[in-house]
């Protein structure tokens, strides 16, 4: 079992700045891909950046060119830099990992975090 615990989630004004983080921890022989998604109200939960454990990475389009994502192999965590903040970017931010467990070398599963609110204010 895997699990991830996010934080840096808070309020900010528009054009401001916010690093998320994310932790994952439990009997882990690899993680594949770490990412970070978001849910607005009301909407679906969308990608806003994932990065792989060689360092490849992909984004959504609403924050391309305002992140930064980045990743510690060695420490299992993932952190998000988030720039030029608009109010749009409101919503609940979930970690995700695509990890393999100890003992499960041939599985690879989906975990998620339990979510940081960011909060952008006009």
């Known amino acids: 079992q895997v699990q991830l615990v996010e934080s840096g989630g808070g309020l900010v004004q528009a054009g401001g700045s916010l690093r998320l983080s994310c932790a994952a921890s439990?009997?882990?022989?690899?993680?594949?891909?770490m990412g970070w998604y978001r849910q607005a109200p009301g909407k679906q939960r969308e990608l806003v950046a994932a990065?792989?454990?060689?360092?490849?990475?992909k984004s959504g389009d609403a924050v391309k060119g305002r992140l930064t994502i980045s990743r510690d192999n060695a420490k299992n965590t993932v952190s998000l830099q988030m720039n030029s903040l608009k109010t749009g970017d409101t919503g609940g931010y979930y970690c995700?990992?695509?990890?393999?467990?100890?003992?499960?070398?041939?599985?690879?599963?989906?975990?998620w975090g339990q979510g940081t609110l960011v909060t952008v204010s006009s």
């Open positions: 439990g009997s882990i022989l690899r993680i594949n891909t």
């Open positions: 995700n990992a695509e990890s393999v467990a100890v003992g499960f070398e041939y599985t690879s599963i989906q975990q």
């Open positions: 990065i792989t454990s060689d360092g490849s990475t």
